[in-house]
């Protein structure tokens, strides 16, 4: 297709708009809420009140119904500031992307109007032992009379204990087909038997809680299933296909957000006479970052495009905008503190959080050696 995307003066406006409230709202709690290890509810609150809270809700269930683009546009521009802040909408849109994709009018109506209204949504896929090789998952739902009984552990879930919802893959059929045993539930934060586990102490994103889910016969509603029995695995790799786009605007706003500051730091810094912007060897630094950063941005926005009109080949082009972004996003973290030298290196500048965060942009929503799994996949046929 000629046209891959267009920039209209709609998503400018929103650019805009969440720059602002990004500056005003959750940039000043950024660095508090790194070394405090808490939820950034001054973002929450913000984004709530301005719609961005979930942005992808569709007017029909009471959201804004922002495109792919505009998502993706709102998620880098609260990265740019927080990383930890741009996980939440980032989240919401993960976890109600299976009832969106697979779910029936009247799971959509109950779960995604409650989304719009600023109840998050979480997602439930990996394991301890089932991470990349998700169809290896040992959590259970068994069926018992109309209801479903769900026992297992799901590990690495993102704001948990905080969302109100979480969609939950599980095995239905252990006898089944690997892969095609799997079913997709929305399971309540106030379900019985439905517990955390305590919040992971991470390396970064340190605002965003990371727990795990238990389930101890916890008991749900048979309307509660996305779409049909034994469709869950094949709802969370379409789902994925859709978010890891989400995952590559992270990246781009990160890294927007460190090259911004250390342009600014080696302008204003000064060394043997004159600015450090003078210095050839920083210019080539600083050209590089913005070439590469670039790069990632277009990337990231054809393959939102693409997400948007659901095309054949989003599975290539979802994987190969995160894994490259993201690559791109610790390397330019990584140049920012070097160019901020021992300053770069403290808490006192934003960059060495910076860094910390861009890493996870590599590992979740599958490694960035599993996205060239599948990109080598999807071009070899």
């Not at 990265?79 to 741009?86: D, E, K, L, T």
């Not at 109840?119 to 990996?126: H, I, T």
């Not at 905080?162 to 309540?188: C, H, K, L, Q």
């Amino acid at each position: 297709m000629f046209d891959v995307y267009k920039l209209t003066e709609e998503h400018e406006e929103i650019r805009a708009a969440v720059r602002s409230i990004v500056e005003d709202k959750i940039v000043p709690a950024a660095a508090e809420v790194d070394a405090e290890a808490r939820y950034p509810q001054e973002a929450h609150d913000a984004l709530v009140a301005t719609d961005f809270f979930a942005p992808h809700v569709a007017e029909e269930y009471g959201g804004v119904g922002a495109d792919a683009l505009a998502t993706c546009i709102v998620i880098e521009e609260v990265a740019r500031g927080c990383m930890s802040s741009s996980l939440i909408p980032a989240v919401n849109k993960l976890g109600s992307m299976p009832v969106i994709l697979g779910g029936g009018e009247e799971i959509k109506q109950k779960y995604l109007s409650q989304l719009a209204q600023g109840r998050g949504f979480s997602y439930g896929l990996s394991e301890r032992e089932a991470g990349s090789d998700t169809a290896s998952m040992k959590t259970r739902a068994k069926r018992d009379g109309d209801d479903w009984v769900l026992n297992g552990v799901k590990t690495w879930i993102t704001n948990a204990g905080v969302s109100d919802f979480y969609t939950v893959m599980a095995v239905t059929d252990p006898e089944g087909p690997r892969g095609r045993n799997i079913t997709a539930f929305v399971v309540e934060k106030d379900d019985e038997g439905f517990t955390f586990g305590e919040k992971e102490r991470k390396l970064g994103i340190k605002g965003s809680p990371t727990r795990e889910l238990f389930f101890e016969d916890c008991r749900i509603p048979g309307d509660r299933i996305i779409g049909n029995e034994g469709e869950g695995l094949k709802i969370a790799l379409r789902t994925l296909d859709h978010t890891r786009v989400t995952i590559a605007a992270q990246a781009v706003g990160v890294a927007q957000g460190a090259l911004d500051y250390a342009i600014d730091y080696v302008k204003d810094r000064k060394q043997f006479g004159k600015s450090v912007s003078d210095f050839q060897a920083v210019q080539f630094m600083v050209a590089d970052m913005g070439m590469k950063l670039e790069a990632a941005r277009q990337l990231t926005y054809a393959a939102a495009a693409k997400s948007e009109r659901d095309d054949d080949d989003l599975g290539f082009f979802g994987a190969a905008a995160k894994a490259f972004a993201s690559d791109v996003a610790m390397e330019i973290t990584t140049d920012a503190v070097q160019l901020l030298g021992g300053a770069g290196y403290v808490v006192d500048h934003p960059v060495e959080r910076m860094m910390r965060d861009a890493k996870i942009t590599q590992i979740y929503e599958g490694t960035n050696q599993i996205q060239r799994l599948v990109m080598g996949r999807k071009l070899l046929g």
